[in-house]
């Protein structure tokens, strides 16, 4: 076996130098040969080499008008005062736009510039007419090579075909355009708990998407993907899979099996193929990429066509590190092969919400929701964790945190690579503060007015601080005064004084708690969870809902701290509901809605308001205009009173403004 560094923390550029390296041994490490392809099929793929006009376009003098084509000197002297009469057949003939024009001729008169002598006459029976005013010459004439000459550079080498390019390839004489072969690429999904899309999965199986998401982003990237079938966790029939297919390729990517456990076996299968060159590059989330090359024995001289051995990756399991391998790893290698530069994502600056912590020693790709608050632009941390697909879905950009860096502080200024495009930023609206399914519909609905909404759920006490922080344009809040019974209004006191808002109701809705269907532990109120067989499961601190179980819980004199789970926080209604449908808690309280998603039964104890807080700067901007306009539909308001616990019936009424 090759000498290999083995799950070892490689920092990228060194294990991206070492790839690289191999591939130039390997004489990979250049644009593919290029094919040539009709220009029907064209479109978005690279130009393997500089491509020329053959003719010229237009390849003749051309009437750029309906009209007469004439000598201009015919027309000298002609003149308001002074008509000029031209003889059609004799000194000019009719021509449409488009037509040649005769070798005597050098200029076109407009029809609509003609005078007729005879104006009732059809203009096939014309015999001349009168011109009051002399032409150029070349006036309203296309010369021979206006758009385009002979031998004229049309296209680079490297160039990416664009629809307006087919044209001038088109006019120059082109019917096919050669361009740079497409890598075909491979991607191997491992593993024994591996499940198909569209299966019904039992516990322990696992939908395999990686592929999916890996497959289009190589098409994307302008590559051709083939996904092969699933493979079990085994070291021979992952090998016999792989030299199976190697000779069909230009790269493999294997995905999953690329940590150290006892059914890893793709560092295994690479070093028993072929060189493993790193296993484990200082990357977060993507540690356990693997990075190799494979042998290939083709079976004939023609076959070989001068490659002994192909590339491979082993791509991480996990969903946000395997499609992170590709943007970092695939994306830069296809765009050698396709004679192109790897993509550059737009940037901008913009001030963290909040502090971030990040291991010493691994380069970290940040997930991030993007938005313009008053002026600034802010972003938000998303969930790090590598098995949470939606933190990329709901992205808008990464920030990337250096190896030398532990952490960023609130406030810090930082480059945001874009998912997104600025424009789209400038129209979403940040809502900040406690989950609820309301603000989904929302979103739903300002999408289609062209209005994106980021959110996150960092509880209703986070939200009337990021309000503070100027870091969001409204904050969802239902935060219970347990010495007044009014929601909100002395939160938003204590914590925004001075600041210009309104306090606006959004829903009332109503909390319980969530437990298991058939409700097995027999619970009937708050007062049970005093029994220590009884395990809960909690939301954050600072959280409405973790204030609303407070209160309540104080005035049964229970102490939260000696309730089983009680310090065992979610962030949504949902995730906390999620807990409870896979018996890993016995009861949370949360709203009727998340119960009925997961097909929980539902104890009710209270009504709650549920308000948005809106700085008057933000309300009086035409940002917000949608949103208001959006409460006030009485479509969208019986579309939230038809989710179960939820009564619009105050939805969009002022509660109180503060100055």
């Known amino acids: 076996m090759s000498e290999s560094i083995y799950l070892h923390d490689v920092p990228f550029s060194e294990a991206w130098s070492l790839f690289v390296d191999e591939l130039k041994m390997a004489g ?94 059809k203009r096939s029976e014309w015999k001349a007419f009168q011109l009051r005013s002399a032409v150029a010459p070349w006036s309203h004439v296309r010369p021979l090579g206006e758009d385009i000459v002979a031998t004229e550079l ?43 899309p569209g299966s019904d999965p039992n516990p322990g199986d696992i939908i395999e998407y990686n592929s999916l998401v890996l497959s289009a982003q190589i098409e994307e990237w302008g590559g051709r993907s083939t996904r092969l079938p699933i493979v079990p966790d085994n070291f021979n029939q992952i090998s016999s899979v792989i030299e199976e297919n190697l000779q069909n390729f230009d790269l493999l990517l294997i995905n999953a099996g690329s940590s150290a456990g006892s059914e890893d076996f793709t560092s295994q299968v690479v070093a028993s193929l072929g060189k493993l060159l790193v296993h484990g590059v200082a990357i977060r989330p993507g540690h356990p990429v693997i990075l190799g090359m494979l042998r290939v024995n083709f079976q004939s001289a023609s076959e070989e066509s001068g490659r002994g051995s192909i590339p491979v990756i082993g791509v991480p399991g996990y969903p946000v590190s395997a499609a992170l391998t ?23 600056k913009a001030n963290l919400t909040r502090k971030v912590h990040s291991k010493m020693g691994d380069d970290e790709y940040l997930r991030v929701t993007v938005g313009k608050v008053g002026g600034r632009t802010v972003v938000s941390p998303l969930s790090r964790g590598a098995g949470t697909i939606t933190s990329l879905v709901r992205a808008d950009g990464i920030v990337r945190i250096p190896s030398g860096v532990q952490g960023m502080q609130a406030g810090e200024l930082v480059t945001v690579y874009l998912y997104r495009t600025p424009e789209e930023i400038d129209r979403t609206i940040v809502f900040l503060g406690s989950h609820d399914l309301t603000i989904d519909l929302i979103a739903q609905h300002l999408a289609r007015r062209n209005v994106r909404v980021s959110s996150a759920n960092i509880g209703s006490m986070g939200g009337l601080i990021a309000l503070q922080r100027k870091e969001a344009h409204a904050a969802g809040s239902h935060l219970l005064d347990p010495e007044t019974g009014e929601y909100n209004l002395s939160y938003v006191k204590k914590y925004l004084p001075g600041t210009a808002l309104d306090v606006i109701t959004l829903v009332y809705r109503q909390q319980g708690l969530i437990i298991p269907q058939g409700n097995p532990r027999k619970i009937k109120s708050l007062d049970d969870l ?48 999620a807990a409870v449908a896979s018996g890993r808690a016995d009861c949370g309280l949360g709203i ?54 939820y009564d619009t019936r105050e939805m969009g009424k002022l509660v109180a403004s503060f100055s």
């Open 592 to 645: 009727l809605a998340a119960a009925n998603a997961l097909a929980l039964d539902f104890i009710p104890l209270f009504e709650e308001r549920y308000d948005l807080i809106i700085p008057n700067e933000f309300s009086d901007s035409t940002l917000l205009t949608p949103l208001f306009d959006l409460l006030a539909s009485l479509q969208f308001r019986e579309e939230v009173h038809a989710i179960p616990g």
């Open 28 to 121: 990979l490490w250049h644009a593919l040969e290029g094919e040539e392809i009709p220009l029907e099929h064209a479109n978005g793929r690279i130009t393997a080499k500089a491509i020329w006009a053959k003719i010229s376009s237009p390849h003749y003098h051309s009437a750029a008008m309906d009209g007469f084509a004439l000598p201009s000197s015919t027309t000298a002297g002609a003149s308001e005062n002074s008509p000029q009469m031209i003889a059609i057949g004799a000194q000019c003939v009719y021509v449409d736009t488009g037509d040649p024009i005769p070798d005597w001729a050098d200029a076109v008169i407009p029809i609509e510039h003609v005078e007729p002598l005879e104006p009732e006459e």
């Open 530 to 577: 005093r029994d220590p067989e009884i395990h809960i499961v909690n939301r954050q601190r600072g959280s409405g809902t973790r204030l609303l179980l407070d209160f309540h819980l104080a005035e049964l004199g229970i102490n939260g701290e000696e309730i089983n789970g009680y310090a065992w926080e979610e962030y949504t209604h949902m995730t906390l509901a």
């Open 154 to 196: 049309l296209l680079p080498a490297g160039h990416r075909i664009r629809p307006v390019d087919l044209g001038a390839l088109a006019g120059s004489g082109h019917a096919t355009v050669n361009v740079c072969r497409q890598p075909r690429v491979a991607i191997l999904p491992t593993g024994s708990e591996l499940v198909p």
């Open 326 to 348: 590709g943007e970092i790893f695939v994306e830069p290698l296809l765009a050698k092969w396709l004679g192109r530069p790897a993509h550059q994502k737009q940037t901008l």
